[in-house]
Every structure is written in structure tokens, then in C-alpha cells.
């Protein structure tokens, strides 16, 4: 196969730190790639002169942007894909298909479809508004506790409230949503898989999130996972079958609950580069961000198989800074040999807001771990 970089312009909407990674990525095949997104304060407009302003939620803005590229994809759901439909009917290959991204933006869709294929998940109930849900409440077809989940425009955790008793029913919002039973959760994981356009297929090797015991926030990523080798392969067995089944090209990040009898749920998924495959840019594998963009080519996909282990820890804004980012200990981080620091470019701190990410890799687990847990006592993003 022949390929001209400068002339497959790949546009992605969506120029947040995802889309940096992904022009990062791009530049070492020298990849043609252009962003669509507000203003040029966007993470990806530092590493990328391509950059279109303009709104992802727009139809029009997206029809034109798209119209000038080869292939467009996406760093983030929440797009116009009224617009990716009419692209695809003018010959503009759109990845992750239109389709696909109408299906998983809405959760009870989602479930829709777990529930048509016989994908475990777990069991649910879809309401159009609250006063539905209050009355199923009633009615004793909803039991405590129990989650409930907004259909549409939910993101890291919000437009999720778990539901204990009566006192909390005042969380619920006024608006379609999905009821879930409460899984009985060990571990939470994660499968990134990766689809081409010729139907081939790389899985990575499942991640799982951690925990701090005490403070719920404190959360690490920990690559592979510390589970059994049975476990691992079911994981990856239902990713396979997921990405077939959807037909999908391009990333797709498999969220899962690993349940304390040993089965296995499907959460969530997203169709494009994920917060836990942030750990394939430094550990051996061939990074997420390069298996999504060879799919968007049509070139062969890389080895997903790690040489090292990983511990990741996302950087938030730390708690009451609003301003210019300062990068607390930076020099000491940057010291410990096996870390590598990931800075995303955002001027401004704001507190919770993910400012970056850490790896730490190495061939021992509990060393990894004693040097995140340094980094994520001392490397704090303040103002
Ligand atoms: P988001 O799309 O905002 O990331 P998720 O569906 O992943 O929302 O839910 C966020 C978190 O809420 C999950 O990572 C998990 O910790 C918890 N959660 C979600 N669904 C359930 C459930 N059915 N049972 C128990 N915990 C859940």
C-alpha cells in the first residue's frame, strides 16, 4: 500500500488534552490532522497548527469542517451527529460510524443494546422523567439502593447518583434516565480494543481502577490488572465479541464491574482514546492514541501487549486554587526514575479539573505503587 500523509486529512472534533495526545501521536507517522473546537486556548492547539474554530455541537460548523477531511473522528462524545450522518451519505468516512455514536451517547440506548445481544450488564429500568421513576418506586418495581443514571450528556461521573433511601431522592433530576441495580462491585476494569476497517482486531491487556481505601477519590490505574488469568480472558473475549458486533472502527474503551462472585458487567462504553489507556504512550505497547489514528487510515494496527507494568494516576486541580496552574514538586517527580509526566497545557487550575497525568512503570507492581503514592502526595497543581 502506498500512502501520502499531506494529502488523508483526518479531522477530529474536539481539541481537549484526548486530542492533544492524538496530534502528539499523529506527528511521529506524520499524520495530516486538523481540530475543530472553540478557540485556540484548546490542549490540542499548542501541538497542532491545523485548528479550526468553531462549535462540535454545531451542524453546520461540523458539516464544513468535515467536508475539507478524508476521515473525521472524534475526541469526545457530545457532537453533532446529524451532521456525521449527512457526511457519511457525501463519501466522508466517519469513524466511530454515526450510528455508533447515536447509540452509545444515549446509556439507555446502550443498555438497549447489551440487553438485544445477551452482553452481561447490569439489570435495568428505563424512566422518561422522575415523577415515572417515583411511581415505580411506589409501585415496589425499583427497590433501595439503586442507581440512576441520566440517558443522555452524563460525563466522569455526572448525571450519576446512587440512591440509599428516601433522603436522597431530592438528587434525582428531572429527566429521561435509566435505573440500575446496584452491582456488587470487587474491582472496577477497563478494555481498550481496536477495530479496523478490514475487521481486524487488537485487544490491550485489561486495567483495573483502584482505590484508596480511606479517601474514595485518591484513584489508580493499574496495568495489567490484578486479577485471575481466567477473568482476563473472559474480559477480552467480551470486548472481542462488543467491537464485532458493533462493527465499529477505531477505539472502543470497555468499562466493566468485576463483581465479588466473579462475573463479569459491562458498565459503559467510549468510542474513541480513553483516560485508561493513558499508560500505553509509556509502557511498550503501541499507544492508544496510534492504534485509533492507523484505524482512521486503514494501516495496520500495532502491538497492544505491554513490556512493563504501569500505575497511572490522573492530575486534578487541587483544591481551592483558581488560576494560573503552578506545578508543585515538578522537579521532584521528574527525579524518580520510571515516571513519566504528562502535562496537558490547560493555563488555568480549577479545582478537580484533570490537569494531567502521571505514569510510573517498571517490572515490579509494589515498587510502581510506593513511587505513585509519592507522586500523588506531592506533585500538586495549584495557583
Ligand atoms: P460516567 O459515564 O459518568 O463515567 P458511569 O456509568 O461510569 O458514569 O458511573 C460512574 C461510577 O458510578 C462508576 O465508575 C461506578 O463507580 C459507579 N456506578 C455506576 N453504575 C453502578 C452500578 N450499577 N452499581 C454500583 N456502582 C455503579
Redesign the pocket.
Known amino acids: 500500500m502506498d500512502f501520502i500523509p499531506s494529502q488523508f486529512k483526518i479531522g477530529i472534533l474536539g481539541a481537549g488534552q484526548l486530542g492533544k495526545m492524538l496530534a502528539q501521536e499523529a506527528s511521529k507517522l506524520d499524520l495530516n490532522i486538523h481540530f475543530l473546537d472553540k478557540d485556540k486556548s484548546f490542549p490540542a492547539a499548542k501541538v497542532c497548527p491545523n485548528f479550526t474554530e468553531g462549535d462540535f455541537t454545531n451542524y453546520a460548523d461540523v458539516l464544513n469542517f468535515g467536508r475539507r477531511m478524508n476521515v473525521v473522528s472524534i475526541e469526545i462524545e457530545h457532537v453533532n451527529t446529524k451532521a456525521l450522518h449527512q457526511l457519511q451519505s457525501e463519501g466522508i468516512q466517519v469513524f466511530p460510524q454515526a450510528h455508533l455514536l447515536d447509540l452509545i451517547k444515549d ?1 439507555g440506548l446502550q443498555k438497549l443494546f447489551y440487553q438485544e445481544h445477551q452482553f452481561p450488564t ?1 439489570p ?1 429500568q428505563l424512566f422518561q422523567n422522575k415523577s415515572a421513576l417515583l411511581e415505580a418506586l411506589s409501585d415496589s418495581k425499583i427497590n433501595f439502593p ?2 440512576v ?1 441520566s440517558r443522555t450528556g ?7 447518583v ?1 440512591i440509599h433511601s428516601t433522603a436522597d431522592l431530592e438528587l434525582i433530576l428531572n429527566e429521561p434516565c435509566l435505573v ?6 470487587d474491582k ?1 476494569l477497563s478494555v481498550i480494543a481496536v477495530r479496523n476497517q478490514d475487521g481486524s482486531c487488537m485487544i490491550y491487556p485489561t486495567v483495573s ?1 483502584d482505590f484508596h481505601p480511606t479517601a474514595n477519590l485518591v484513584e489508580f490505574l493499574i496495568c495489567p490488572a490484578t486479577i485471575p488469568t481466567e477473568i482476563e480472558d473472559n474480559a477480552k473475549e467480551l470486548a472481542k465479541r462488543l467491537v464485532d458486533k458493533l462493527g465499529i472502527v477505531g477505539l472502543l474503551a470497555i ?1 466493566m ?1 468485576y463483581l465479588t462472585d466473579g462475573t463479569i ?1 459491562i ?2 462504553i ?1 468510542p474513541r482514546p480513553h483516560n485508561s489507556g493513558h499508560h500505553t504512550l509509556d509502557n511498550g505497547a503501541t499507544s492508544q492514541f496510534e492504534n485509533h489514528l492507523r484505524a482512521l487510515c486503514g494501516l495496520p494496527l500495532g502491538e497492544t501487549n505491554y513490556k512493563e507494568i504501569a500505575v497511572m494516576i490522573n492530575i486534578l486541580g487541587e483544591e481551592p486554587y483558581i488560576g494560573q496552574a503552578i506545578y508543585h514538586n515538578l522537579d521532584q517527580v521528574l527525579a524518580i526514575e520510571g515516571v513519566h509526566v504528562h502535562l496537558y497545557g490547560k493555563t488555568e487550575t480549577r479545582p478537580y479539573r484533570k490537569m494531567g497525568h502521571v505514569t510510573i512503570t517498571g517490572n515490579d507492581l509494589e515498587s510502581c505503587l510506593e513511587k505513585a503514592n509519592f507522586v500523588k502526595q506531592y506533585f500538586k497543581v495549584i495557583a
Open positions: 446509556k447490569a435495568f439503586f442507581v443514571k452524563g460525563y466522569d461521573g455526572r448525571g450519576v446512587i440500575e441495580e446496584m452491582a456488587p462491585i472496577e481502577m468499562e464491574f458487567w458498565n459503559e467510549a
